[in-house]
C-alpha cells in the first residue's frame, strides 16, 4: 500500500459521518491507537478543561501552604512557595500542547512543502537536501539548545527551535514519499494532461503521501513535548512565570527526598503525552502501512 | 565502492562549509556575553568591558569571520574563554569520557534493544510482543533526565548501591570507573533501547516473512538456528545504519545527564559552553561534533554500501 | 575637604597601631600546630569553577579555590578587619604618602622560586591593568623595591581608607611570580605561595590541590583567622568536587562520599541534624536585596519607588528566597560590624499596602509596567521575584517577572536602557568588608541603579565622600547612617534580609571555621 486508504462501506451508512464512522473502523483495530488515542486525549481533554477542573491559580503564593503532600485540598500538593501543583500541571499541560502544536502545524506547512519541493524538482532537491544534511548533522538537543541560547528563553523561542530541528527531519520523509508517488501512473497521467505542477503536488501527490507524514508529525509532536522539557530544564524554553513540566521537574529537583511528588508528578505526565503520542504513532502506521519507513528522531 | 566513498566525502563538503557557517551564525545571535559570567555576580560594567577587550571579543564582525575560517582551515579551532586552553584540546580531552560512556550505553543498548525486537518479532502480535513493544515505547517517552533523577534517589540515596556523581577515569580504577558510570549509561541507554528494538522488531518481521527463512524453517532447522543463520546478519544492517542517528541521540542526551551526574565529559562541557556563552568553545564543538557525525555516517553508509548490493541500485537515500 | 594634617596622622596612626598589635599578641599565644597530619580532605562545593585566575573575577567560587593557593600582602581576618599576611610589618610615612612593606623572609612560590619584592611588583603592575578591582589602586602614585625584602607603596595623596582598600578580598591583590603576572588574562599557570599547591583543575568537575612542603607560614597571628594568620596545610591533598546538583550533594555528605558540603538548603536541614554523623554549621552569607533603575519610568519617579518599598512584605520574601534561611535584618551592615546602623529602617519591611497604594495615586501612577528582572539560576533572585510580584500587585502595580539567565540578566541591569525596573541581588562581599565599601555601590560612578547619565544625587555622593575620607573612625561611621537612611529614604536600594548559609561536616572533620570562603588550612581529619 503506498497510502491510499481501503475501507469497506456498509450499504445502510452511505452518509458522511456514516462514511467517517467507517473509515475510522481500521484504526479501532490497532492497540496501540486506542490506548494511544485514550491517553492523549485524556491529557487533551485535562488541558481543555483545565479551568474547570481548578480555579486556582498556578502563580498564587502561599508562604504558610508549602510542602503539602497530595491531600484532598490539593490534589498533587502543593511546591517550596505553596503553589497547587495540579494547576501547575495543568498549565503545563496547556503549554506543552501549544507548543506541540505549534511546532507540528510549521512542520505541516514547511517541513511538507520543502519536502514537496525537493521530491518534485531534482535541481531544488540537491541543494535542500544539503542544507538538511547540514542542519540534521548536529545533534538534535545540542542544536535546540544553541538556537534557544542565543534567542532567549520564551515560548517562542522553544518553537522556532524545535521546529529548526525537526523541519528537515519532516521534509526528509515527505521527500521520500513525493519521490516514489511522482513515479506513479496517475501522476504521469495527469502531466501528459497537461496538469501544472502545483496542481499535480497539491491534488495528487499530497493526498498519497499523507500516511507516512501523519505518522512523522505524531512523533514530532511527541519530541517536542520531550525536548521543550529539556529546554525547560534547562532554563532556555518558556519563561518560569509560565509553568513549564520541564521548568516543574527543574524547580523540584533540589527537594527530591522532602518532597518527590514536585518532581515525579510532571515527570509522569510528560511520560504519558509523549507515550500516547508515540502510541498514535505506531498505530496510525500499523493501519496505514506497517513497513513505513520514518525518520525516528 | 572506492568510488562511492569518495562520491559521499566530495557530497561532504558543501555540507562541512554550511556546517560552520551554522555555528558561526549561531554564535552571533547571542545576547549576553562570556565576560559577565567570568567576572561573577558582583563584577561592574568596568571590569567586564576591560575582559571583553582582553578577550577580543571587540573587534569587527568581518573581521571575526575571515579570522575563524582562516584558523578553521588550519585545524586551529581558537581558545576557551572558560578554560582558557586551546578548544581543540578540551574537546580531545573529554571525548574519551563521553565515548567510554556512550560505548558501554551502546552495549546495553545493543543487547537489550536486539533481544527484546527479536523476541517481539518471534512472538508477532502476543503477548510478549506487545510487552516488548510497550516497554520500547516507554523508553522513548520518558524524559531521561528526570529518570537520571529519580535513579539518584533509589539506587544511591535509598539503596547506597551506586555513588551519586562524579567519575572516575578507567585507568585509575576500573572498578570505580564502572560504579559511577552506570547510572549514567542506563538513562542513555532507555532512550536508544527503544529505538533500536523497534527498528529490530520491524526489520526482523520484515526479515522473516522472507523466502529463504521459510525455507530454512522446512528444511527443519530449529527457530534459533534459522535466526542465527539466516536472519540475523539481515537484521544487523539497519542496526549498523541506525549507529549514526543513535550516537547523535546519545551525545544530545548526554547534555544534561552528564551535567546531572557531574561528569566532565563532552555534553557537560558544550552545555556549559552554552550556557557560559564561551563563543569559541561553543563553535568549535559543535562543528567537531557535526563533523564527526558526518563522517560516522559516511563511513557506516560506505560500509552498508558495500555489504548489501541492494543499496546500490536504488541509490540510497 | 578640610583635614589638618594632624588628623590624618591620628587617623594613620591608629590603624598602623591596630596592625601592630596584632603582631604583638602572638607571643602571648601558642601558634597553631597540626594535630595530626595526613588525609585526603574532599569538598563539595555547588557550583562550577570559572576560572582560577584571581586577579580577573570576584566570583566566589574561585576564592573558595585560589585563596588557599595564593596569599596577598595585606588581607581580611575572621573579624574583616585588614591582617598582614605576605607582608611582616608596614610602615606608613608621616605624610601618609608611603607604605613600606617588609615581606616574610624565606617564602618560596609554589614552582620553588624565592619570592622577592619585583615579583610583588609585577603582581601589582598586572592587577592594575586587569584587576577586577583596579580602580583601589587609582590613587597609587607608584611603587619602589629598594631591595628584595622591601615593596613600598607611594600614593598620590594620603587616603584614610587606603588600607582598608588594599586589603580587600573581593578580587585580592594575590602575589604571583612575575614570570606569570606578565602573561595575560586567564593564561597565567596558577602558581601561589599559599599552604596548598594546584595539583589538577577540570574546569565542571574538580580541583585538587596538594601540600606545599615548604610553605612558610605568617606568624601575624597564632591561628587561622579568615584568609590570613597561621595557616598550616594538615592533610595531604584537598580535592574540591563540584556537585551542582543540591540532592547529590547532600547524599554525598550523608554517605561520607565527601568530607564537607558547602550550600545545605534549608529544607534538608531538619533531616541532616536528625543523623548522628553530619554536623552543620552556619554563618551569615550576604544581603539580599534588589535596586531600581532609575531612568526607566515609572521608577524613575520617587513616589512610585517609595510606594514599592511600603508594598513589600521583607519577611515573606527573604524567607522565600532562603527557604527559611535568614535573619530579618534591613541594614547594610550586620549588627556585628562596626559601621552598623539603624540609620533609615523605618522604611525596612512596612508590609503597608495601603500606604503603597495612597503613594502610587499621589504619583498619578497610570498602570505603567513594571519590570522584576531575576534569574531562575539562584532562587534568592528567582523567588524573591516571584513573591515581591504578587506584593506590588495587591498594591496595585502592574507588575510582571521577567526572567533571564544570569549572565544576560547582569547585563540587563547594568544599562540604564534595559527592559527592567527592579533587579535582585546578593551583597555578600560588598557588605562583609565594611560601611564604605558597602555604600560604594550606590555612589558614582558605579551606581547600580543606572540614574540618567551616570549621575547619581548629589546629596548622597557628597555624604559619601565622608564616609571615604572622614578624619575619624567616628565621621565616617556616622556618615554612613546618613548615607544608609538617604539610600532607603530615596529607595536607591531595598533590602529584605540576610541569608544564612550553611555547611554540612563529617564527624571526622576538625578544627573547621565556617567562613565566607573554604579555607583548607588548619583542618584535621580524625580516623
Known amino acids: 500500500m503506498a497510502g491510499g486508504i481501503h475501507t469497506d462501506i456498509p450499504d445502510d451508512e452511505t452518509g458522511r459521518l456514516g462514511r467517517f464512522l467507517a473509515a475510522l473502523r481500521p484504526f479501532t483495530r490497532s492497540l496501540s491507537f486506542v490506548v494511544g488515542a485514550v491517553l492523549f486525549g485524556f491529557v487533551v481533554l485535562v488541558t481543555l478543561l483545565g479551568p474547570f477542573l481548578t480555579d486556582v491559580s498556578p502563580s498564587a503564593l502561599s508562604m504558610r501552604n508549602r510542602f503539602q503532600p497530595p491531600s484532598w485540598d490539593h490534589w498533587l500538593g502543593t511546591d517550596n512557595l505553596g503553589r497547587d501543583m495540579l494547576a501547575r500541571v495543568i ?207 | 565502492m572506492i568510488a562511492y566513498a569518495v562520491s559521499r566525502l566530495l557530497q561532504a563538503i558543501p555540507i562541512l562549509f554550511l556546517v560552520s557557517l551554522f555555528a558561526f551564525g549561531m554564535i552571533y545571535l547571542i545576547p549576553g556575553d562570556a565576560a559577565t559570567v567570568m567576572g561573577g555576580p558582583e563584577a561592574s560594567a568596568a571590569d567586564l568591558e576591560r575582559i571583553r577587550e582582553n578577550m577580543g571579543l571587540n573587534e569587527p ?228 561534533i557535526a563533523c564527526s557525525l558526518l563522517l560516522l555516517n559516511i563511513v557506516v553508509d560506505v560500509l552498508y554500501f558495500w555489504l548489501d548490493p541492494r543499496v546500490r541500485i536504488k541509490g540510497g537515500d | 575637604m578640610m583635614k589638618t594634617r594632624k588628623a590624618r596622622l591620628a587617623l594613620l596612626s591608629t590603624a598602623v597601631a591596630g596592625l601592630m598589635s596584632a603582631v604583638g599578641s602572638v607571643s602571648a599565644q601558642e601558634t597553631f600546630e597540626c594535630p595530626k597530619v595526613g588525609g585526603d580532605l574532599i569538598v563539595a562545593v555547588e557550583s562550577g569553577i570559572p576560572t582560577l585566575d584571581q586577579h580577573t573575577t570576584s566570583a566566589g567560587a574561585t576564592r573558595n579555590i585560589a585563596m588557599n593557593i595564593y596569599e596577598s600582602l595585606i588581607t581580611r581576618d575572621a573579624d574583616m578587619s585588614p591582617v598582614l599576611d605576605l607582608a611582616t610589618d608596614m610602615d606608613v610615612s608621616d605624610d601618609g604618602l608611603r607604605y613600606t612593606f617588609h615581606l616574610r623572609e624565606g617564602v618560596t612560590f609554589h614552582n620553588g622560586k624565592p619570592l622577592t619584592s619585583a615579583d610583588v611588583a609585577a603582581s601589582f603592575a598586572r592587577y592594575k591593568e586587569i584587576g577586577g578591582n583596579r580602580s583601589n589602586l587609582d590613587i597609587v602614585e607608584t611603587w619602589e623595591t629598594p631591595d628584595d625584602n622591601t615593596f613600598v607603596l607611594v600614593l598620590k595623596q594620603p587616603q584614610a581608607t587606603f588600607i582598608e582598600n588594599l586589603s580587600t578580598y573581593t578580587v585580592p591583590i594575590v602575589i604571583m611570580p612575575a614570570e606569570e603576572a606578565a602573561k595575560g588574562v586567564g593564561e597565567v599557570d596558577i602558581i601561589g605561595t599559599g599552604p596548598f599547591k594546584l595539583v589538577e583543575f577540570v574546569p565542571d568537575s574538580h580541583v585538587l590541590l596538594e601540600r606545599f612542603d615548604d610553605y612558610v607560614a605568617s606568624d601575624v597571628q597564632p591561628g587561622l583567622s579568615g584568609f590570613g594568620g597561621h595557616k598550616q596545610a594538615c592533610v595531604d591533598t584537598v580535592r574540591f568536587r563540584m556537585i551542582t546538583e543540591t540532592g547529590a550533594r547532600m547524599a554525598a555528605l550523608e554517605t561520607g562520599e565527601v568530607h564537607i558540603a558547602t550550600s545545605v538548603p534549608a529544607t534538608s536541614k531538619p533531616r541532616l541534624e536528625a543523623l548522628d554523623d553530619v554536623t552543620l554549621v552556619s554563618r551569615l552569607q550576604g544581603v539580599s536585596m534588589g535596586y531600581p533603575n532609575f531612568s526607566r519610568s515609572p521608577t ?152 540618567p547619565n551616570n549621575e547619581g544625587p548629589a546629596e548622597f555622593n557628597a555624604i559619601f565622600d565622608r564616609v571615604e575620607n572622614g578624619a575619624t573612625l567616628e565621621e565616617r561611621i556616622a556618615a554612613f547612617g546618613e548615607g544608609q537612611e538617604y539610600a532607603f529614604e530615596n529607595v536607591l536600594g531595598i533590602t529584605f534580609g540576610i541569608l544564612r548559609a550553611t555547611e554540612g561536616l563529617r564527624p571526622n572533620v576538625r578544627g573547621y571555621k565556617s567562613f565566607t570562603n573554604v579555607q583548607a588550612s588548619n583542618i584535621w581529619l580524625d580516623d
Open chain 3, 300 to 451: 524613575d519617579n520617587l513616589l512610585v519607588r517609595q510606594a514599592m518599598a511600603a508594598a513589600i512584605n521583607a519577611e515573606d520574601i527573604i524567607f522565600a528566597a532562603s527557604d527559611g534561611e535568614y535573619e530579618l535584618e534591613g541594614a547594610l551592615q550586620y549588627p556585628s560590624q562596626a559601621y552598623y546602623s539603624t540609620a533609615g529602617l523605618e522604611y525596612y519591611n512596612q508590609n503597608d499596602p495601603d500606604k503603597a497604594s495612597a503613594l502610587l495615586e499621589e504619583a498619578g501612577y497610570d498602570g505603567e509596567p513594571v519590570i522584576l528582572l531575576a534569574t531562575q539560576q539562584f532562587q534568592w533572585s528567582y523567588n524573591a521575584a516571584l513573591v515581591m510580584n504578587e506584593q506590588l500587585k495587591v498594591a496595585g502595580f502592574n507588575s510582571e517577572v521577567s526572567v533571564l539567565d544570569w549572565p544576560t540578566a547582569l547585563a540587563t541591569s547594568q544599562n540604564a536602557d534595559g527592559a527592567w525596573n527592579f533587579f535582585f541581588t546578593v551583597w555578600t562581599s560588598t557588605v562583609q568588608q565594611g560601611g564604605p565599601i558597602a555604600l560604594r555601590n550606590f555612589a558614582d560612578p558605579n551606581n547600580v541603579f543606572t540614574p
Open chain 2, 61 to 288: 564582525f568581518l573581521q571575526q569571520i575571515v579570522s575563524f575560517y582562516v584558523n578553521l582551515l588550519q585545524g586551529d579551532l581558537g581558545q576557551s574563554l572558560m578554560l582558557g586552553t586551546p578548544v581543540l584540546d578540551a574537546i580531545i580531552d573529554r571525548t574519551p569520557i563521553t565515548l567510554g560512556i556512550s560505548l558501554y550505553s551502546l552495549a546495553v543498548t545493543i543487547v537489550f534493544g536486539l533481544l527484546t525486537g527479536i523476541v517481539a518479532a518471534l512472538n508477532h502480535n502476543k503477548l510478549l510482543d506487545q510487552a516488548a513493544t510497550l516497554f520500547a515505547l516507554i523508553g522513548i517517552s520518558l524524559p531521561n533526565f528526570w529518570l537520571a533523577l529519580v535513579m539518584i534517589v533509589v539506587f544511591s540515596v535509598h539503596l547506597g548501591w551506586l555513588p551519586t556523581g562524579g567519575y572516575v577515569p578507567f585507568s585509575e580504577s576500573p572498578m570505580g570507573w564502572l560504579r559511577t558510570t552506570t547510572m549514567p549509561a542506563l538513562a542513555l541507554a532507555l532512550l536508544q533501547a527503544g529505538l533500536l528494538t523497534r527498528i529490530t522488531r520491524s526489520t526482523m518481521l520484515e526479515v522473516l516473512s522472507q523466502d529463504y527463512i521459510r525455507t530454512a524453517r522446512a528444511k527443519g532447522l530449529t527457530e534459533w538456528q534459522v535466526i542465527g543463520q539466516h536472519a540475523l546478519a539481515n537484521v544487523m544492517m539497519p542496526v549498523v545504519t541506525v549507529l549514526g542517528l543513535i550516537l547523535s541521540v546519545l551525545l544530545s542526551g548526554s547534555i544534561v545527564i552528564e551535567a546531572i551526574f557531574g561528569i566532565p565529559g563532552l555534553g557537560a562541557l558544550m552545555g556549559n559552553a552554552i550556557l557560559s556563552r564561551d563563543f569559541p568553545l561553543v563553535q568549535g564543538g559543535l562543528i567537531s
Open chain 1, 91 to 297: 498549565y503545563g499541560a496547556q503549554l506543552s500542547l501549544m507548543i506541540g502544536t505549534s511546532v507540528v502545524l510549521l512542520n505541516a506547512v514547511f517541513g511538507v512543502m520543502l519536502g514537496a519541493l525537493a521530491g518534485f524538482y531534482s535541481r531544488l532537491d540537491n541543494i535542500l537536501m544539503r542544507v538538511a544534511d547540514a542542519l540534521m548533522a548536529f545533534p538534535a538537543v545540542l542544536l535546540a539548545i544553541g538556537i534557544a541560547a542565543a534567542l532567549g528563553p520564551s515560548s517562542m523561542t522553544a518553537i522556532i527551535a524545535l521546529s529548526v530541528v525537526y523541519i528537515p527531519r519532516t521534509a526528509r520523509v515527505v521527500r521520500s514519499s513525493v519521490l516514489v508517488v511522482k513515479q506513479l501512473d496517475f501522476v504521469l497521467a495527469a502531466r501528459a494532461a497537461g496538469a501544472t505542477d502545483l496542481r499535480i503536488i497539491l491534488k495528487h501527490i499530497l493526498p498519497n503521501s499523507m500516511a507516512p507524514m501523519l505518522v512523522q508529525l505524531s512523533f514530532v509532536f511527541a519530541y517536542s513535548v520531550l525536548s521543550e522539557a529539556v529546554l525547560s530544564f534547562l532554563g532556555l524554553g518558556a519563561p518560569p512565570t509560565v509553568p513549564s513540566w520541564g521548568i516543574l521537574i527543574s524547580e523540584g529537583r533540589a527537594y527530591m527526598r522532602e518532597a518527590a511528588w514536585l518532581t515525579v508528578v510532571p515527570g509522569v505526565a510528560i511520560a504519558v503525552t509523549a507515550l500516547g503520542l508515540n502510541l498514535l504513532g505506531d498505530g496510525l502506521r500499523d493501519v496505514l502501512d506497517p513497513r513505513m519507513k520514518v525518520a525516528e528522531a
